[in-house]
């Protein structure tokens, strides 16, 4: 064995990079409101948390490199086509059903298809944390911070 290994530090820097858009986004944004937190407040929790997550990330890879044998070398490469299809179409279908089914059972109906891509073999489980979820953001957005998101068919309930 060698050591080596260090091509996983391509996502530290990714989650740097984003962050850093983050960042430039809040800096340009023209706030139009004075309340208080304001719109720039979790744009900046979410920049030190990306920027304290990569670097941690980083120092973990760098104390800790892959070991990589020569046989490892090869790239071998394999796709899960049944898994890409099934993430493709929940992302699909969430766009076409959203305003049909409204947040809650479209953002539920995307976490099944996830948990099914990742092959949950629970998918009732499945399908009721994605409908706990997803209604607990339309609390948080709809209701708490008044971001308006589809009510769908449950609207009138």
């Not at 996502?11 to 720039?40: R, Y």
Request: charged residues 10%; glycine residues 10%; proline residues 5%.
């Amino acid at each position: 064995m060698q050591r080596g290994g260090y091509g996983a530090l391509i996502v530290p820097g990714i989650l740097a990079v984003a962050s850093t858009l983050v960042v430039i986004g809040n800096l340009t944004m023209q706030e139009q409101s004075s309340d208080s937190p304001g719109p720039t407040f979790f744009p900046w929790v979410l920049a030190v948390a990306g920027y304290g997550l990569a670097a941690a990330l980083a120092a973990h890879y760098v104390r800790n490199p892959d070991e990589v044998s020569r046989a490892e070398t090869r790239h071998k490469t394999y796709t899960d086509w049944t898994s890409v299809a099934w993430l493709v179409g929940g992302i699909a279908a969430f766009a076409v059903l959203l305003d049909l089914l409204g947040w809650i059972l479209a953002a539920g109906l995307l976490f099944w298809c996830v948990t099914r891509a990742f092959n949950s073999k629970r998918p009732l489980l499945d399908l009721s944390a994605g409908l706990l979820m997803s209604s607990l953001v339309f609390l948080v957005f709809g209701v708490a911070l008044d971001v308006p998101l589809p009510s769908g068919i449950l609207g009138g309930l």
